[in-house]
């Protein structure tokens, strides 16, 4: 970390924008920390899943009287035993009308399981390791049925199909274009060079450390059910909690209390979310499940396996025509999350790069596999990756210089805002909003040496060694829409609370937006006391994904804390007898300059700047403002010190990054080791260094594994074959670099803050100049031309290509 | 409930294996029944109440689980609970200091930002803290092979080392 960390800011500096050490980690360094499995409810069951050893077969019986007879065992359910509104499917979350079948989870198999790990029945029992002892006596009769593993195999005619409701594997397909394509690839009208590649990454589930961890409890008395989840999207959970319930919307709570990150994988809402909550409703007892790591591997959404065909036009001069390509989505078995890995997939393509015209197929298959939803990057990994490495290819093609290639053609600042020709996800073109592009690819060539690194091989060289260096771009839409809402109160003990439907797995959200209140309030983040996702604390929310949570649920901060701040000023003036001034409505108005004049916020009061010594406290304030029988309040002000906000971007902000590193190669092992990592992006304002640099570095570390060490493994029948940490490898502290920043701060004109959000684009470009300085240092160790096309690049496939 | 899904009276099947252990948990005697096949960590978590310890893949990778046995960083989703009969345990709970501030390792944590989630951090903390102890003047490439042992999905590893190397220095500037 570059950013020195501090309690609280320099003298005459803000809260934001310095770098603050968290509010979160005292508890956090001592155990004290709340995660799910560490709450303990009285009379609570333990869950266990019976889950299908098959890729696809049908259900012919379940037979559980031997788990029943276990002492210790409450009970056992399937489908049939759920309420009736749990026996549909899971709702799609964002159902998209080019997926033709778009089936979602049951909460519990009805009569035929469609990925290993499916869930067909669930254990409930006085303690986890007797649930674990009637898991294994549940006897399930299966018919086995062939399943598709591969999703190119899954398009061929004669495939088998993923489910039995299907005509075939096709779930849906899309064409997106813009701009003349044929006309750019016609070498009558200035086409130079085409260059054609396929391209495939491999999926591999998110693995927070913390896994999965779901308990509900329902109080029959009052009707209430409350859900504590290690989640992502706490108000979308309740959604679907309301639905497949069919519950009072104002009976169902959902929390999520510390959670052990999250980077995707737990936004989902699975069959086991519906069944915990089933199953506390139908015993009357709370119920908790913890998933273990082998039903993570299982059953936890992964991302990233696409196959990219992508074919590259470009002019005499190198500069880029156009992009044709074929994408194939390997979506496994169910569309929790409708298409919307593969749309980002495809829309990230063009970067930061002029595409003048782009024509893209996308072909979304049902495989036999855990869905694909999500996974830190969202898709962008994989589009970044095709087109860096198109670029590479044309560049060895043409016998330019990688970054140059690149150079020539970059948006340029006086293009912003930049609309690229595509429609977003949120709807609206993507249009990028501010950046400069050649100046952050240069300040990261800078940083690395690009320059001197010729000198840098030779002389390695001299002495045995492989050096490769390379670099990769990337814009990554962040900031999502529509809203995340913020709630600021003045509690009549004088401390401020915040609520907000986001989540946090990890990014500090609770010391960000404390910072940011902060600043308005004129009060330490000692102060504060943020509540983070708790249905009961805002009535409406969305989630923590698509780094998304500054943008939005910060400049509702923001916004909120100053109308508090309008309060403040309005009552304390009314209480200290400050001249009359018009104050219009202080609830809304923002700050009122008259005021603002006469009075000043400082360490929890409001003080007249003529006389320091008259003042009166945030806590007296409140409790005024919060109503004092028979007392009027002043002209404009409305109750209770407190303000809502739910802010809305008018569209996404763009962040934009380029990665370059320098890598050794070893022939023999084909082991790797990063010299030097830089990292130069723009991410906006910066409301806290410290955690941004956190982001970055962590980001970076999960594109290293996906780029030459997490290979999520299934063979023909769609058996998972890498269910351990020791069989599919997480970057360990030794294959990490310290990653070396450069922030360049553009502010966003989108929202009040600037922020654009960071919590993807170190994983975004990783494999892509991971996987370009490996092919650069081994280019001369091959008598043809040697050119990469998959991530991950394993050591052991290194080696093959070698002795090819 | 329905009748099919209900408990089906009247099966005896072996009894549990019980049996009892007596330790020390930061510093404080502990003396319980338990099952034999009880891992210390749930033994721990939740027989014991003390949450601080995670688990992350209970097949010994992670390293989310150490804790210190007689000083000694162990595994404790691959340790019975009856297998530390007479010893002394070790927890993220009993790391900071007598008067409840934080230890020198644990605010380095804080000041370098090497804990995220928190997830990982007990095992982290354990394990830190035994080679500091035995390496009180280590080098980065030292402390990152004594943590290659403990993942974390957070952080990128970064902050932790600085966070250990910060912290052997101040430990090295305390003593006399
Ligand atoms: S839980 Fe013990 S090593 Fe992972
Ligand atoms: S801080 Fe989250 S796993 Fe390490």
Redesign the pocket.
Known sequence: MTAAARPSPEPGHAWVGSPIQRLEDHALLTGQGHFVDDLHLPGMLHACFVRSPHAHARIRGIDRQRALALPGVHAVLTWADLPEAARKRVPVLLPNPAIRDPLNYWVLAKDEVVYVGDPVAMVLAESRYIAEDAEALVEVDYEVLPAVSHALEALQPAAPRAHLSVQDNLAGKLNMAYGDVAAAFDPAQGAAHVVRETYWQNRGAAH???PRSYLARHDPATGELTYWKAGQAPHLDRKNIIELLDWNPEKVRVIHPDV??GFGGKTIFYSEDGAVCAAAVLTGRPVKWIEDRREHFLTATQERDQWWEIELALDDQARIRGVRLVMTHDNGAYFPWGIITPYIAVTTVPGPYVVPAMDIDLRIVHTNKSPATPVRGAGRPQGVFAMERILDKAAQQLGLDRAELRRRNLVQPEQMPYSVGFIYRDGKPVRYDSGDYPACQASALAAIDWQGFAQRKAAARAEGRLLGIALANYVEGTGLGPFEGATVRVQQTGRVSIFTGASAQ?QGHKTTLAQICADQLGIAISQIDVVLADTAGISMGIGTFASRIVVNAGSSTLLAARAVRSKLLALAAHELGVAAVSMGDAGLSGAVPGLEQALELVDGSVRLRADPQRGISFAALARIAQAMPGFAFPEGVSAGLEDTQYFSPAQSTYCNGTHAVELEVDPASGGIRILRYVVAHDSGKLINPLLVEGQVQGGVAHGLGNAWLEYMHYDAQSQPLTTTFADYLLPMATDVPRVEMIHLESPSPLNPLGAKGAGEGGTIPAAAVIVSAVEDALADQVADRLHFTTSPLLPQWIVQRLHA | MNSPAVHAAGVTPNAPDMRRVSLRVNGKPYSAEVESRTTLVDFLRHSLLLTGTHVGCEHGVCG?CTILIDGRSARSCLTLAVQVEGCDITTIEGLANADGSLSILQQALSEKHG???????PG?LTTLSEFLRDHPAPSEQQVREAISGN?????GYQG?VEAALLAASRIAADRP
Do not use: D, P, V
């Open positions: 927070a450390m913390e052990g990150g990890g | 989310a804990l995220q989630c928190g997830f990982c951090t982290m993942l974390c999905r957070c952080t932790i």
